[in-house]
């Protein structure tokens, strides 16, 4: 067996899916995804695991980060429906409350094409940096987007698992 990849993320932004509930009172993680013919869909996870009700509104906001942890430029983060429909990306932003122990995922959505004409460069960018909500603590995922050429990532609503 052989490593083939390496990534890191800033422990203040380390993603949790289990362990001890950070002080945020929040877990959120991404999950593997599915892919097919050039549509990739990925989830992004929360769960409360405080002990005070956690109030979501709308979409997570999201910033594209390239292996050097740099911000990436020029992709449009736009509503998952402007992408694809049936994919979990879309739907109505609802306000919703976690109660200690509930959960919410939001799902991301893009195409992975290349054919967008010259001049365009694709874009692959390992992370993703994630605020659940306004004045939250930022939580870095590790997505591996591959938008191709397309410029964009679609998120969806927060919905309230189960």
Same mark, same amino acid.
């Given at each position: ?11 203040? %932004?380390? !993603?949790? %899916? ?23 869909? /990925?989830?992004?996870?929360? %769960? ?21 942890? %740099? !911000? ?6 736009? !509503? ?58 930022? /939580? ?23």
């Amino acid at each position: 067996m052989s490593i083939v990849k390496v990534r890191s993320v800033p422990l203040a %932004e380390a !993603p949790s %899916e289990s362990g001890p509930c950070p002080a945020s009172g929040v877990r959120v993680h991404a999950d593997r995804g599915d892919a097919a013919m050039g549509l990739r869909v /990925v989830g992004l996870h929360l %769960e409360n695991c405080g002990k005070a009700p956690y109030r979501l509104n709308g979409r997570p906001k999201l910033q594209i980060v390239d292996a050097s942890h %740099e !911000p990436v430029t020029g992709v449009s983060i736009v !509503p998952g429906d402007r992408i694809a429909t049936g994919t979990g990306a879309d739907g109505t932003p609802r306000d919703i409350i976690l109660e200690p122990g509930e959960r919410a995922y939001a799902g991301l959505v893009w195409r992975n094409t290349t054919e967008a004409g010259d001049g365009y460069v694709p874009v692959n960018a390992p992370y993703l940096r994630v605020w659940a909500r306004p004045g939250a603590r930022p /939580v870095m995922t590790t997505p591996e987007l591959d938008l191709g050429t397309t410029g964009r990532l679609g998120v969806g609503p927060w919905k309230k698992e189960g």
